[in-house]
């Protein structure tokens, strides 16, 4: 099946810095998505990006499909950023998501 | 607004009894999952249904059924708890491609312990 990998594994930064967290998947994919998993066990959708850049506020993502990765983007990071971040993929149309392990996150006041 | 709810939201059991947890979505979503989330394996999936009537199995789906009588309802069955199926436990939506944006949403979670 199709692997996704997440790095880092972990993250820890001060508040007011930027953050890059990468997402690689070994095949094609019709659907990408990042989701937020916070202090509180949460899970929270972030992007749905099967291609391409969308920002939201201070996160932003982008995929590229054809070398099979994606990124997502936190600026000035606040402490309520904290968690896991997990990138999730489908291979096929309407087949269940392929979740990474995710990165977690801990930014210090 | 519509939503995902999970009930209960904690629940201690004993091994070997049989525990139903319970997962309803107001989206009118076709798609409906099952995960277990345990430290050191992340998300795993356990069961999911396309659409009324339609059940498949996840890769963690032994001591698990589900069963789908209609559109809002997926509940999770635990036949005979077991001390290794202690886990959080989220359900998940998802609308049919090839609607726009195919999304899944999440519920809250059930921490479930088995004594």
């Known amino acids: 099946g199709i692997q996704v990998e997440q790095s880092p594994p972990d993250l820890i930064l001060q508040e007011g810095a930027n953050s890059t967290l990468r997402c690689n998947f070994s095949d094609s994919v019709n659907n990408l998505q990042w989701f937020h998993q916070n202090p509180w066990g949460q899970l929270i959708n972030l992007f749905y990006i099967p291609s391409g850049t969308k920002q939201n506020g201070r996160l932003s993502a982008t995929t590229v499909a054809t070398e099979r990765y994606s990124l997502l983007y936190i600026s000035s990071s606040q402490t309520t950023d904290s968690g896991v971040y997990f990138c999730?993929?489908?291979?096929?149309?309407?087949?269940?998501?392929?979740f990474g392990k995710g990165t977690r996150l801990s930014v210090i006041a | 607004d519509a939503e995902i709810t999970q009930s209960p939201r904690h629940k201690i059991t004993e091994t070997g009894r049989q525990v139903t947890l319970a997962c309803h979505q107001t989206?009118?979503?076709?798609?409906m999952f099952w995960y277990r989330q345990d430290l050191g394996h992340g998300l795993r999936l356990i069961h999911y249904?396309?659409?009324?009537?339609?059940?498949n199995k996840g890769e963690v789906s032994d001591g698990y059924s589900v069963s789908r009588s209609n559109t809002e309802d997926l509940p999770l069955t635990l036949e005979s708890a077991a001390s290794s199926q202690t886990s959080v436990y989220f359900c998940a939506s998802s609308v049919l491609p090839p609607e726009v944006g195919y999304e899944q949403y999440f519920g809250p979670g059930t921490r479930l312990t088995v004594t």
């Open positions: 249904s396309y659409g009324v009537h339609d059940t």
């Open positions: 999730a993929v489908e291979r096929a149309g309407n087949t269940p998501l392929v």
């Open positions: 989206w009118n979503h076709n798609n």
